[in-house]
């Protein structure tokens, strides 16, 4: 009976070595083939770094505003009886937009002029009598006083009749009207803007270091989000005499002429003032730039030392200057003629084998025009 539990035990043993002894070698042939193992490589789009001649320029973010613009407001209350304009329309300087009622005022100053009438009668009596030494000076002065106080008193009402006529004060183009016929209307209520659309002005700021190579008569290309396939060519016309105390910058001023009417104050863009300097650049696409926390790189392709004719990237880090359209320049890491990833550079690692395939990759542009959406 003791004999037969030990062959028993040894039996479990010895199944039990055999199972671990073919696991060890499992799990050997994976490690083994582990070791060995290629993974297939990614593929990729390439681009050469090439040097360019690059105009300087000087970004900017402005804002668009008119070079006459106003908000058109009452300067003294009353209630409207006319409105000669639509919203929208195009006005010229002096055309009639809002009328106020008048008939008060209208009735006061045929009064006063009436009195006014009678005043110069006297006067010019008062001053015939004094010829005939019938009355003293003094009547000719206090008849000449009254007529002048009657005068100044219509012209009073006039002045108010006046300002309840609104007129355009220049030619553009109103907005949406805020009165209504009939309407009563408060002293300095907005009743509709009007802008002038043919001369507009970009205003922007620029760092004080920039100081030195700003003036007036430089050209600046305008581009806004409304139209991204049209640059706007203006010319630097003002340059803000002192800086910002707190920000330590200078406020400019463009001037863009508006034949098509296309920009509108209050639009935002993006403004390049354009130097007459020129420099060579190397130039990447900048989808070929990697950013990270600790810096900029690229993935330079290159033919790999181990399998002859494969290839594998090597991570390159880059310092990178300023952008032109679609292309970044590099000022440090490369040198012209290395070929660089273009595309899907975030599914690569240094070392890593690539195929490249330019033929599905949009081509890079100085001057992008994007697809209408």
């Known amino acids: 009976m003791k004999f037969n539990k030990t062959i028993a035990v040894l039996i479990v043993v010895l199944i039990l070595g055999g199972l671990a002894g073919i696991k060890a070698l499992q799990i050997g042939t994976l490690v083994k083939s582990g070791k060995s193992f290629v993974p297939p490589p990614e593929t990729i789009s390439s681009a050469v770094a090439h040097e360019e001649i690059w105009g300087e320029t000087?970004?900017?973010?402005?804002?668009?505003?008119?070079?006459?613009?106003?908000?058109?407001?009452?300067e003294v209350p009353g209630t409207v009886s006319e409105i000669a304009f639509e919203s929208g329309?195009?006005?010229a300087a002096?055309?009639?937009?809002?009328?106020?009622?008048?008939?008060q005022e209208e009735a006061q100053l045929r009064a006063l002029e009436a009195q006014a009438a009678l005043w110069r009668l006297n006067a010019q009596r008062a001053r015939q009598l004094r010829q005939d030494g019938a009355v003293a000076q003094s009547a000719v002065d206090e008849a000449e006083a009254t007529l002048?106080?009657?005068e100044a008193?219509?012209?009073?009402?006039?002045?108010?009749?006046?300002?309840?006529?609104?007129?355009?004060?220049?030619?553009?183009r109103t907005g949406i009207r805020t009165v209504n016929l009939g309407e009563y209307v408060d002293k300095a209520k907005p009743i509709v803007s009007l802008q002038a659309f043919g001369t507009l002005f970009a205003e922007f700021s620029l760092p004080q270091q920039e100081l030195a190579r700003l003036k007036t008569g430089l050209p600046v290309r305008l581009t806004t989000d409304?139209?991204?396939?049209?640059?706007?060519?203006?010319t630097l016309t003002t340059i803000n005499p002192d800086l910002d105390a707190t920000m330590r910058s200078v406020r400019l001023q463009a001037t863009f002429a508006n034949t098509e009417q296309l920009l509108r104050p209050g639009m935002f863009g993006r403004v390049?003032?354009?130097?007459?300097e020129s420099h060579p650049v190397l130039a990447v696409p900048g989808t070929a730039i990697l950013s990270a926390p600790y810096g900029d790189s690229v993935y330079v392709i290159e033919n790999s030392t181990n399998a002859p004719g494969r290839l594998v990237v090597r991570q390159q880090f880059v310092r990178v200057g300023r952008g032109k359209g679609d292309y970044v320049s590099v000022t440090g890491g490369l040198k012209p003629g290395d070929r660089v990833v273009a595309a899907g550079v975030f599914k690569l690692r240094n070392g890593m084998g690539v195929v490249i395939n330019d033929a599905l990759t949009p081509k890079s542009e100085e001057k992008p025009k994007p697809a209408d959406s």
């Open 58 to 74: 000087i970004p900017a973010v402005a804002s668009i505003i008119a070079a006459q613009g106003i908000t058109l407001t009452p």
């Open 89 to 91: 329309a195009v006005v």
């Open 94 to 103: 002096g055309d009639l937009l809002v009328k106020f009622d008048t008939s």
């Open 148 to 150: 002048k106080t009657g």
């Open 153 to 172: 008193n219509a012209d009073v009402i006039r002045t108010v009749i006046a300002k309840k006529t609104i007129r355009a004060p220049f030619a553009g």
């Open 226 to 234: 409304a139209y991204p396939e049209k640059e706007f060519l203006g």
């Open 272 to 276: 390049e003032l354009l130097l007459p």
